[in-house]
């Protein structure tokens, strides 16, 4: 199983930024694909996770700027990240699981994990 993260990098604040994960391995249909996030020092934070195409979530914290696309045709899941500020500044992961019971914001609960894609807001 591979899941490959892209579109990270420098942006100005206010830019704007748009991350894929492309998984490979496994039947993608079944399966979930979050983003999670990790700025230095601290824990890894749930971003958003998209079930399938018509079933998609994004944290409360950045609901207003952040938004999930899912394209199963693709294998693909797409985090567009609009109004960057620099407490963005982060490496962003995407994780795969099947759904269920468990919390989807909870990272222990995935199974799968990229390499992650480093994204830094500054001027």
């Known amino acids: 199983v591979q899941l490959q993260a892209s579109g990270g990098g420098l942006v100005q604040p206010g830019g704007s930024l748009r991350l894929s994960c492309v998984v490979s391995?496994?039947?993608?249909?079944?399966?979930?694909v979050a983003w999670f996030r990790q700025r230095p020092g601290n824990e890894r934070e749930y971003v958003g996770v998209?079930?399938?195409?018509?079933?998609?979530f994004v944290a409360s914290s950045v609901r207003d700027r952040f938004t999930i696309s899912r394209v199963d045709a693709e294998n693909a899941v797409h985090l567009q990240m609009t109004s960057l500020k620099p407490e963005d500044t982060a490496v962003y992961y995407c994780?795969?699981?099947?759904?269920?019971?468990?919390?989807?914001?909870?990272?222990?609960?995935?199974?799968?994990w990229g390499r992650g894609t480093q994204v830094t807001v500054s001027s």
């Open positions: 994780a795969a699981r099947l759904p269920g019971e468990r919390s989807a914001w909870r990272a222990y609960t995935y199974d799968f």
């Open positions: 391995g496994l039947d993608f249909r079944r399966y979930g």
């Open positions: 998209a079930w399938d195409e018509a079933s998609t």
